[in-house]
């Protein structure tokens, strides 16, 4: 029987390195797509954030409200306002990270 002691092959490695680089390359398109719904989560919360913040300020001054607010870069068109039936609405628009266009609306509920 051949006693090889003397560490790895040349083809040993090669073999290692490779599994190791087709493992890594598969994982970077999981790890992008997580990092793409990251974003867009910060996005969507920031903007509910600013709703609510408008929200109060409206509680306090009995107003309507037309403002944008940029943060990190990206714009929010906020809009608080009564509507023809003495409905008051509250939307928010922003842009996604793949640029479309996403609207949040609340509106208020008469109680019954």
Same mark, same amino acid.
Request: charge should be negative; proline fraction near 0%; hydrophobic fraction near 45%.
């Given at each position: 029987m051949y006693d090889n002691q003397r560490g790895f092959t040349v083809m040993e490695a090669l073999l290692s390195f490779?599994?190791? /680089?087709f493992l890594t390359?598969?994982?970077f398109p999981v790890l992008f797509h997580l990092l793409? #719904? @990251?974003k867009n989560s910060e /996005?969507?919360?920031?903007?509910?954030?600013?709703?609510?913040e408008s929200l109060e300020k409206v #509680? @306090?001054?009995n107003s309507s409200i037309e403002k944008t607010?940029?943060?990190?870069?990206?714009p929010?068109?906020?809009i608080l306002n009564e509507t023809e039936k003495g409905v008051w609405?509250?939307?928010?628009?922003?842009?996604?990270?793949?640029n479309k266009r996403k609207q949040y609306c609340l509106e208020e509920v008469e109680p019954q």
């Open positions: 490779s599994l190791i /680089l390359a598969s994982a793409h #719904l @990251l /996005l969507e919360f920031n903007s509910h954030r600013l709703l609510y #509680l @306090l001054q607010v940029t943060e990190d870069g990206h929010y068109h906020v609405m509250a939307c928010v628009d922003y842009k996604n990270t793949e």
